[in-house]
């Protein structure tokens, strides 16, 4: 498929979200021949191309180099690898990309992959220091990650996952419930500032939501509002549904600091007992 034929599929696709129901399963494809790995690469790398020429990545790239005191910094040089320039220990950033979709059959996946690895190409992140992972991921399409040179997860963690450095969720599109588990599990005022979400943002999150049933089923997200700083980022038309309603987030130590101690003790594990249609594919027990 070109370039042109791509960006034609975009341009007619229904606008809206991506939703977990809406994914192809593996399971549920019917036979077909094995994906081609070579030709999907090629097709990503030209939809990276395309995003360069693109007005709104230079500012998708500005908002996310200068998003907050935890921006990123540039990588060391050869020899001093782990220090800052005030020659102190410092800690290298890592990314983890869930709820990506099936991207051998989804035009959008496929631009959200590009833009995935144009976003580590820019803050230099190395790509196998970036962890991906749905459940929707064919074999075909775990062959084209790994060539890719991206670290494969083999669990469904749930979006359950301690940030220990410095890291970049990116999370286009993903369901609430991924959004709560992630900050449930990083609920401290040691480690929220270590996370920087690229995903919906919260904000629109709350407008479209019942404040009590917010408060209720999301209460991570809830709390999250007040106390996160967001930076939209810009999505031309004829992309929306791709890249429509995502923001850069993050967290201020000093803000979190000002709470009270009550604040981050024993929150407890997400449950989502009154969420029928849960917008997210659990694990499997």
């Known amino acids: 498929m070109s370039d042109n034929e791509e960006r ?9 979200r ?7 399963s593996p399971d549920s494809t019917s036979p077909q021949e094995p994906l081609d790995v070579r030709s999907m690469i090629n097709r990503i790398r ?6 360069r020429c693109e007005d709104f990545w230079g500012k998708w790239r500005e908002q996310f180099l200068n998003s907050g005191p935890s921006a990123v910094s540039p990588p060391a040089k050869d020899g001093d690898a782990g220090r800052n320039d005030d020659g102190e220990a410092s800690q290298l950033w890592e990314c983890v990309c869930y709820g990506l979709g099936s991207f051998s059959s989804s035009v959008s996946s496929r631009y959200q992959l590009a833009m995935l690895l144009l976003l580590l190409d ?10 991906i992972y749905d459940p929707v991921f064919t074999s075909g399409e775990i062959n084209v990650l790994r060539e890719l040179g991206l670290t494969v997860l083999t669990e469904n963690e749930e979006g359950k996952r301690l940030a220990t450095r410095p890291t970049v969720f ?34 629109n999150i709350k407008q479209r939501s ?13 709390q999250a509002v007040c106390l996160c700083q967001e930076r939209q980022l810009p999505c031309p038309s004829d992309m929306n549904g791709i890249f429509n309603d995502t923001a850069v987030i993050t967290f201020e130590a000093n803000v979190l600091d000002s709470l009270p101690q009550s604040t981050w003790e024993d929150p407890p ?9 849960l917008e997210i594919i659990r694990r499997e027990n």
Request: aromatic fraction near 10%.
């Open 122 to 131: 820019t803050i230099q992140i190395a790509v196998r220091d970036c962890s």
């Open 269 to 277: 594990e997400p449950e989502y007992q009154h969420c029928p249609k």
């Open 210 to 222: 019942l404040a009590r049933h917010l408060k209720r089923d999301y209460s991570y997200i809830s």
């Open 18 to 24: 991506k939703s977990v129901t809406s994914q192809v």
């Open 46 to 51: 030209v939809l990276m191309c395309e995003i």
């Open 170 to 203: 990116y999370l286009m599109h993903c369901g609430k419930a991924l959004y709560n588990n992630l900050l449930w599990k990083n609920w401290s005022k040691q480690c929220l500032p270590l996370i920087k979400i690229i995903g919906n943002s919260f904000d």
């Open 8 to 16: 034609w599929q975009v341009v007619r696709r229904r606008k809206g």
